[in-house]
């Protein structure tokens, strides 16, 4: 396995990394809140001041909701921000942060995947959902340097999932009304069972 930390090879990374250990869970926004439906703001102050502890208590949170990714307005925060850590299908581990992100969509040549898809503010549901097979991503780091990630596959989904959160899209609202309603039902059965599981992680951290 290679670990990648905002696109960079990086020596290996614990399983439960010091972002997780650092941070404090928060309440995981759900699909119907306003603020998953609107835009972001985009940031304009950088700075570990201002933005590591958000950043820890998303990767906290994110691990006890064994999520891939997590965006900003689903802690119920105004900024676009969203956290990933995630390994790919070829075993390799990418993990970081990004502020401001933009998709930039590659050539028809790329192609698209068709896969399951989950979010984890619509809790126990996934769908299959066409995404780009390949993108680039631009933003910037803690400190408002310039990140620039070239991804394919699950992870290309996972960024693309994160960027459109933060353009107030969840996933379901790319399914057609029969396909969403059901998502939407199977998250309402499921939700109890979901959050249960997630209270059993936070005292599996010590949280």
Known sequence: MTTFVLGRPSPPVA????QVLRGMPRRITEYG????????RAVEE??????????????????????????ANQVDVDARLFVYDLIDEYGDRHLGHVFNPRIQLLSG???????SEGCLSVPGANEQLVRPARVNLHGSDLEGAPVALQASGYFARCLVHETQHLDGTLYVDHLDPSARDHALAVSASRRSAV?????????????
């Open 46 to 71: 950088f700075g570990a001041a201002r933005w590591a502890g958000l950043i820890d208590d998303m990767f906290t949170t994110m691990w006890i909701a064994e999520g891939c990714g997590l965006a």
């Open 33 to 40: 809140e306003e603020i998953l439906h609107r835009p972001c």
């Open 195 to 207: 959050l249960a599981r997630r209270t059993a992680r936070q005292h599996e951290l010590g949280k």
């Open 15 to 18: 399983e439960v990394s010091e």
């Open 109 to 115: 040549l790329a192609g698209e995947q068709d896969g």
